[in-house]
C-alpha cells in the first residue's frame, strides 16, 4: 500500500502539530487509534461472516 519513510512522517507531524497545535496531538491521537480499532473489528467480523457463508454453502453441496 503505501510506504512512508521517516522524513515523510516528521512532515506530517509538523503539519499536524502546527494545525491543530500540541495540546489537540493527544486527543488526535486517540481518536485515531479508537477508528483503526474499529476498522479492524469490522472488517475481522464481515471476514468472518463470510467464511461462514462460505461453509454453509460447502455443507449443503
Do not use: H, Q, Y
Amino acid at each position: 500500500m503505501f510506504r512512508f519513510g521517516m522524513g515523510e512522517l516528521i512532515i506530517i507531524l509538523l503539519i499536524v502539530l502546527v494545525l491543530f497545535g500540541a495540546s489537540k496531538l493527544p486527543e488526535i491521537g486517540k481518536a485515531l487509534g479508537k477508528a483503526i480499532k474499529e476498522f479492524r473489528k469490522a472488517g475481522k467480523e464481515i471476514k468472518d461472516d463470510i467464511e461462514e457463508v462460505t461453509k454453509e454453502e460447502n455443507k449443503t453441496k
